[in-house]
């Protein structure tokens, strides 16, 4: 089956600890996307990678870091230095282009204790 | 960078009624324009989409019309029925990125 998943469903972290949600596409995309959901807000974007080695910042990116190694894999992580960091996550990809249809993962959901 | 408004941010109509999404954008470079429905605890699926160069599209029970000289655009639902009820996103695409309205909340009542 091709699409993007992310692990893990449901991920509880200690004040104060760094954390690194994954993932994973196999759409053979160029571009990846996270993007942070608070309830009852739209989807907000923390980074996005339009290629592999190169990403960019978006809205809210002060306390996350990201990493783009691989084509099929970008990988979010969640510093101490983020102030509010429950939430949901969601990560997305698409294919390069002028109209850029995104396609999403199921989520992750985190909690810091 | 883009501004996108929703509304209404909640909406419940009686199975069989029509709904309706209206969303405004405030970016003219902005291109493309996706609607995406999201259930709870899952992630948003792209149930329909316009490009810029396009007035209105439809797919069965949905429509999206677009207004570029308003910079505003909406999403028509007819004939609801009860797995309709979701959340509903509007976006605007500009400059690499997709920027989302709040959300939404559509019922449909049985």
């Known amino acids: 089956d091709g699409g993007i998943t992310q692990s893990p469903k449901y991920l509880f972290r200690k004040e104060g600890q760094n954390v690194t949600l994954s993932c994973e596409q196999n759409l053979n995309h160029d571009a990846m996307y996270w993007y942070r959901q608070d309830p009852g807000q739209g989807l907000r974007l923390i980074y996005y990678?339009?290629?592999?080695?190169?990403?960019q910042k978006g809205d809210i990116a002060e306390g996350y870091s990201v990493s783009r190694e691989k084509k099929e894999s970008f990988p979010l992580t969640v510093t101490s230095a983020q102030k509010n960091p429950t939430a949901f996550y969601l990560c997305?990809?698409?294919?390069?282009?002028?109209?850029?249809?995104?396609?999403f993962g199921p989520g992750t959901r985190l909690t810091v204790l | 960078g883009e501004n996108v408004e929703q509304h209404p941010s909640t909406l419940s109509v009686q199975e069989g009624d029509s709904a309706v999404i209206k969303c405004t954008y405030s970016d003219s470079a902005s291109n493309y324009f996706p609607w995406y429905k999201q259930e709870l605890g899952k992630g948003p699926q792209l149930i329909i989409d316009?490009?810029?160069?396009?007035g209105e599209k439809k797919d069965q029970r949905i429509a999206v019309t677009l207004n570029k000289t308003a910079k505003h655009f909406s999403l028509h639902i007819t004939e609801t029925q009860p797995e309709d009820s979701a959340v509903y996103f509007c976006?605007?695409?500009?400059?690499?990125?997709?920027?989302f309205g709040a959300g939404t909340t559509v019922t449909v009542r049985a």
């Open positions: 997305a990809s698409s294919s390069q282009g002028r109209y850029n249809e995104q396609f």
């Open positions: 316009i490009r810029s160069n396009v």
């Open positions: 990678s339009q290629i592999v080695n190169d990403f």
């Open positions: 976006a605007a695409f500009s400059d690499y990125k997709l920027s």
